[in-house]
């Protein structure tokens, strides 16, 4: 546990209680400086309770799924196939039958583009996906039309990073096959007016994947009331191990959707003259699965539904004011992305010191950030800047760690006068 004090913030939340739940919290980096993370728009931390889901799974419960008989398989499979309705529940879809487990969101995506892409998408037929989208969200569209010949359209954002609603609608025309977006820009911060995509999409018939991996550690997604065909999220931005991912689809978009990949567990026989698949979910996803992280997914959703989203609301939104003023104040300092809707992400540059070299510094005094072009290219080029420092906090985060941000940024900026 860090000693440095935890301000107050208005949250309800038993903050000291909630740090010790993340073992790492506890670490020493660089010559014994207590770790300050604020990186977890580039992956969370993993509390107590997943890891020791994780670790049960793999020390006393390690079998393969569904085609095992024995003891250990039945239980793997109800752990794995409760994960998956814990997942259901978590976003509101209608039924487990539409919760497919991925590698992540970027494997989602992917599955989309080149299953549901391929079948539905022809030679002039257009795609929208906006400039504030992570090149999981570029590339594998990009690689539709080098296949098909579709249309790539690209809706604007403006200088404050939010998306330009006119010339958004402007884009869509009958031949708009799909609206891919991302909920929440993991490098500006922006959280889109998704129900407002969805509803101008849907005018003409287009389908919409959102992009959740930086949405739904922070806020309540029901993909019912979003009415989106597709939602995508990574199991590592939601307090949960690497290597899993959610793809959600309505029932009858899925059903209609070719298997990408063939294999073991996605069929109903298999004769060397003919093979007939399996049903939802199963027919998407062939070979072994992350089994323990997917179980550990459904934990790490357990964990913080405990806390709720209103109190990790008001953290975060309480973190973001208090390092957004504090920020503001510096010297040279410019934050990339001021949207009215913004989720507790910090992307800054400051005058005369390259945004690697920031990091670097920011390092040197255990303030873990990420710097760079945090795989949104295209931002970068339209804020005219190579790259970015940034600060992305979770709920277990403090007002101190704030502090102690602006206080490294301070001594960086005191090294470069
Ligand atoms: N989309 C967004 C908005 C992201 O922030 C990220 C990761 O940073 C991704 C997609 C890709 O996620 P993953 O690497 O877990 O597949």
New binding site residues.
């Given amino acids: 546990m860090n000693q440095h004090t935890l301000n107050s913030t208005p949250s309800t939340m038993d903050l000291d209680a909630i740090r010790r739940d993340f073992p790492i919290l506890s670490r020493q980096v660089r010559d014994g400086k207590n770790l300050i993370y604020l990186d977890n728009?580039?992956t969370t931390l993993k509390p107590r309770q997943v890891l020791d889901v994780v670790y049960d799974h793999y020390a006393y419960g390690a079998s393969n799924i569904h085609r095992g008989v024995h003891f250990l398989s039945e239980e793997a499979t109800k752990l794995y196939e409760g994960a998956r309705e814990t997942v259901r529940r978590f976003i509101n879809a209608r039924e487990t039958a539409e919760v497919i487990f991925t590698s992540?969101?970027?494997?989602a995506?992917n599955l989309v583009a080149k299953s549901w892409g391929r079948k539905n998408v022809s030679a002039g037929d257009e795609i929208i996906i906006t400039h504030m989208e992570?090149h999981?969200?570029i590339v594998p569209w990009q690689m539709l039309r080098e296949e098909t010949g579709c249309v790539l359209k690209i809706a604007p954002i403006n200088d404050r990073g939010e998306l330009d609603m006119a010339a958004f609608e402007s884009l869509i025309t009958p031949r708009t096959k799909m609206v891919a977006v991302?909920y929440?820009?993991?490098s500006l911060g922006t959280i889109n007016p998704v129900r407002d995509i969805i509803r101008l999409a849907k005018v003409h018939g287009a389908a919409v994947l959102l992009?959740a991996?930086?949405t739904v550690a922070h806020t309540k997604v029901d993909v019912q009331s979003l009415d989106c065909d597709f939602l995508v999220f990574?199991g590592?931005?939601l307090f949960a191990t690497?290597g899993v991912?959610v793809l959600y689809g309505k029932r009858a978009v899925l059903e209609a959707m070719p298997p990408l990949m063939g294999g073991g567990d996605m069929i109903k026989s298999v004769t060397f003259e003919k093979t007939t698949y399996a049903g939802l979910p199963a027919r998407l996803e062939a070979g072994t699965p992350a089994i323990g992280g997917a179980i550990g997914l459904g934990a790490a959703i357990d964990y913080i539904q405990k806390i709720g989203f209103a109190a990790i609301a008001d953290q975060e939104k309480d973190l973001l004011a208090y390092a957004t003023g504090l920020l503001s104040e510096l010297p040279g300092i410019r934050i990339i992305g001021t949207a009215a809707e913004k989720t507790a992400i910090i992307s800054f540059v400051v005058d005369g010191i390259h945004p690697h070299d920031m990091g670097t510094l920011l390092d040197a005094e255990g303030v873990a950030v990420r710097a760079g072009h945090?795989?949104t290219q295209p931002v970068m080029a339209r804020f005219k800047i190579p790259a970015t420092t940034r600060a992305s906090f979770s709920f277990y985060n403090t007002r101190a760690d704030a502090d102690a941000l602006v206080h490294a940024i301070k001594k960086a900026i005191e090294v470069f006068a």
């Fill in positions: 728009a580039a992540g969101t970027t494997s995506i992570h999981a969200n991302v929440t820009s993991n992009d991996a930086q990574s590592h931005k690497s991912g945090h795989c």
